[in-house]
């Protein structure tokens, strides 16, 4: 990582890149209130998406986590009542009364079922999270089709090198999916992209009860896991297959010029695609 | 004006928090869960509760009709009730009449950010059944609600 080059500068300057990129000439004029025209359009599409509670929004994305270790749970019950091999009648009655139970036992509550994943064996605790990416990399699959469906004129899709899919993922799709944009991002040029995101938006008012520790990021944790699909299901549907990338989550110190945030940790994502 | 101490009854009739700032230790930093305030979390539930009970049937229709202070020989004190079965209950001095706007902003700022919020603390802090009617022991010890909790609180501390 010697010739990381902080390119955040640019990003933030692509921000507007119909009035930053071309000089306004006399001849340029013409292209330029095309240009606006798109932008509006786009605004106007922007409008027009249904519109959903920012905060709903985060608390059913970050039930996910509690949902699969519930999954990961039931799937549990379900092998172990198969190990047992149970030939008797009684038993047997016994499970048909629990299929035609009305309505089944709630889960435990969230909070519950994050202290399970984080004492959960290591076997246990991938596939949740495996399931977790999943669900990301559904999202992240979709979300392209939307961002570029929306006839965005801020895309060119026509040289989509590695690092516009990048810009494209920090900005449009962090903005349609966290309403900010990602703070900074470092590349090699070799296919390696750190991604840092100070508040990361669905963690934010996340702590335990003691002081902030080692278990409590541990237990947070998971909830960047969708984060991660995201990234890998808009890489997938851009054409960078899965298996050729490499998306890993993990903390980062907040820079001092940065104001505090609730949680004492930022985020950074490493993406590596093999080319 | 000044304020005493701070309450939070659950549901459950179970005090989730409290906060004092007369203890003779050190009453800047105030003390949380100390073992003397638990009974006079239920003589204030109580009483709370038996007058909330005799003015919902004072009450001549069927507008709410709720307590929202009681001036006692010592101090006064402020209660807010959400639907959601929560109490705030702030004990002051007779200066000002209502806290009734303070009450609210830590109901929907303070407590509803860092605790309602918070996928990894519970929104019921009774875990099994035996843990209702008062029998609860668990508090709010999440540092982001203590600490903005207190900064909020701390101008209207007795000087």
Not at chain 1, 111 to 117: A, D, G, K, Y
Not at chain 1, 217 to 232: C, D
Not at chain 1, 257 to 264: D, G, Q
Not at chain 2, 113 to 130: C, G, Q, R
């Amino acid at each position: 990582m010697k010739s990381k080059e902080d390119i955040n500068q640019s990003d933030k300057k692509m921000d507007r890149p119909n009035v930053a990129s071309n000089a306004p000439t006399v001849a340029d004029t013409q292209e330029m209130t095309e240009q606006q025209k798109l932008q509006h359009q786009l605004q106007i599409f922007q409008n027009s998406l249904p519109k959903v509670s920012q905060t709903a929004y985060m608390m059913l994305l970050n039930e996910c986590v509690p949902l699969s270790m519930a999954v990961e749970r039931k799937r549990g019950d379900c092998n172990s009542k198969l190990d047992r091999n149970c030939d008797d009648e009684v038993s047997q009655a016994g499970e048909q009364l629990q299929k035609i139970h009305v309505s089944p036992p709630l889960d435990p509550p969230s909070h519950q079922l994050c202290r399970e994943l984080y004492e959960a064996d290591e076997e246990k605790h991938n596939r949740v999270l495996d399931r977790l990416r999943n669900i990301g990399f559904e999202i992240g699959n979709k979300i392209t089709e939307l961002l570029v469906f929306s006839n965005n004129p801020n895309l060119q899709f026509k040289d989509m090198d590695l690092l516009s899919v990048m810009k494209f993922i920090c900005r449009d799709v962090w903005r349609q999916m966290f309403n900010k944009q990602i703070d900074n991002l470092k590349t090699n040029h070799r296919g390696t992209f750190y991604l840092f995101d100070y508040d990361y938006q669905p963690i934010q008012s996340f702590a335990l009860d003691s002081e902030s520790s080692e278990k409590e990021l541990q237990m947070v944790k998971p909830f960047l896991e969708i984060a991660v699909g995201v990234i890998k299901g808009v890489l997938a549907s851009i054409g960078h297959a899965p298996e050729d990338v490499i998306c890993l989550a993990s903390y980062v110190d907040r820079p001092d010029e940065k104001p505090k945030a609730s949680f004492t940790k930022g985020v950074s994502f490493h993406v590596q695609i093999t080319m | 004006m000044a304020i005493y101490s701070f309450w939070i009854f659950d549901k459950h009739c179970n005090c989730i928090f409290d906060r004092e700032w007369t203890l003779i230790s050190n009453s800047a930093s105030g003390t949380i869960n100390s073992k003397q305030t638990e009974e006079t979390a239920k003589l204030l539930y109580g009483m709370i509760y038996s007058l909330r009970s005799v003015t919902q049937k004072l009450s001549r229709d069927d507008t709410a009709n709720d307590v929202r202070s009681i001036s006692i020989g010592k101090y006064r004190i402020h209660t807010y009730c959400t639907a959601s079965g929560l109490w705030f209950v702030l004990l002051s001095d007779y200066k000002q009449a209502s806290y009734a706007h303070v009450l609210q902003y830590i109901h929907s700022h303070i407590y509803v950010k860092y605790v309602t919020h918070n996928i990894l603390s519970p929104y019921d802090f009774a875990a099994n059944e035996n843990e209702t009617r008062g029998q609860g022991f668990r508090k709010i010890g999440n540092r982001n609600f203590i600490s903005s909790l207190e900064a909020f609180l701390a101008p209207m501390i007795a000087q």
